[in-house]
């Protein structure tokens, strides 16, 4: 788990490290979940190098300054 500030927000993901010529895999989580949830299907890809992150307001990310709306 690590995290970075994005747009004056703090930011969590999580990243996993395989194999250094694999591709990397990016998971985006859906409507009130996190990044947590992609744990066990990252541990069956341990040779790719494996992001997930939890979207502001989600899991240990900050919550936005403003409201989500449609567009968002």
């Known amino acids: 788990q690590k995290q970075v ?18 591709p990397v895999l990016l998971f985006l989580h859906g409507w009130r979940s996190e990044g947590k949830i ?9 040779k790719y190098n494996s992001y997930s992150i939890d979207f502001p307001g ?5 919550l936005p300054n403003k409201d989500f709306q449609l567009q968002d």
């Not at 500030?5 to 694999?22: C, P, S, V």
């Not at 992609?38 to 341990?46: A, T």
């Open 5 to 22: 500030i994005i747009n004056g927000m703090l930011i969590n993901y999580y990243f996993r490290t395989g194999d250094t010529q694999a």
């Open 38 to 46: 992609w744990q066990k299907v990252i541990g069956e890809l341990s």
């Open 58 to 62: 989600f899991g240990q990310s900050d």
